[in-house]
């Protein structure tokens, strides 16, 4: 059973704080990673995309990939209220007719003024 | 305006009563999908179609059938629905795989089996 294993939190940080949020996968062939937003009621909203080892930055947030300790992450930089949400790591595989989406449960961030 | 549309939005039914969820999507999307979310759970995948007139069972396929007669539509059907199958359903869709930076959600459906 290939699985996406994120701490369910709450992590709580106060306004202007870095939000470090983190997610392990055991599928190494896994190739691809993402990151989804959630806010309460609401559809998934994908924040952040990365494909290879290292940094990637857009904006506030950095997606973190780290393939040989199969770990990804995403920090928040200045978390805002309006960041307070649950956090989906999801991990794809190697895509063609078998392609799948594995999420993990997700992180619940509260972010406060 | 790109989206993916599910109807209805709130459901609630009794055991053994036919329903049908609907979802489509105007994007041209190839890939659509359907996902169940529950509390502790997270998202788990039910059933996915690559292209029209060709459905997967995801992780959880058990009680649902799906249909892909046109590309823009993905139709979920519960057949005979227990109270195990009361979620928050979502639709999603994307252009094709491994495109997942492609992928819309629907506004997800809220359903409860009496």
């Known amino acids: 059973q290939k699985e996406v294993e994120q701490n369910s939190g709450p992590l709580s940080v106060p306004e202007g704080a870095i939000a470090s949020l983190n997610c392990t996968y055991s599928?190494?062939?896994?190739?691809?990673f993402f990151w989804y937003r959630q806010y309460s009621g609401k559809s998934p909203e994908l924040i952040m995309f990365i494909y290879s080892n290292g940094d990637k930055e857009d904006g506030r947030f950095t997606a973190q990939l780290n393939k040989a300790s199969q770990y990804v992450s995403l920090l928040i930089r200045d978390s805002q209220p309006s960041d307070s949400a649950t956090y989906l790591c999801a991990v794809s595989n190697s895509g063609g007719s078998n392609y799948k989406l594995t999420f993990g449960k997700g992180t619940l961030l509260t972010v406060n003024p | 305006e790109a989206q993916v549309t599910q109807n209805p939005r709130y459901l609630i039914t009794v055991t053994g009563k036919k329903l049908t969820v609907t979802c489509s999507q105007n994007?041209?999307?190839?890939?659509m999908s359907w996902y169940r979310q529950d509390p502790g759970l997270g998202l788990r995948q039910i059933y996915y179609s690559m292209n029209v007139e060709v459905t997967d069972k995801g992780d959880v396929p058990e009680g649902y059938k799906v249909s892909r007669k046109e590309k823009r539509n993905f139709p979920l059907i519960l057949e005979s629905p227990s109270p195990n199958q009361t979620s928050l359903y979502f639709c999603?869709?994307?252009?094709?795989?491994?495109?997942?930076?492609?992928?819309?959600f629907g506004p997800g459906t809220r359903l409860t089996v009496l």
């Open positions: 599928d190494r062939g896994s190739q691809s």
């Open positions: 999603a869709s994307m252009l094709h795989p491994p495109r997942t930076d492609t992928q819309y």
């Open positions: 994007m041209n999307h190839e890939y």
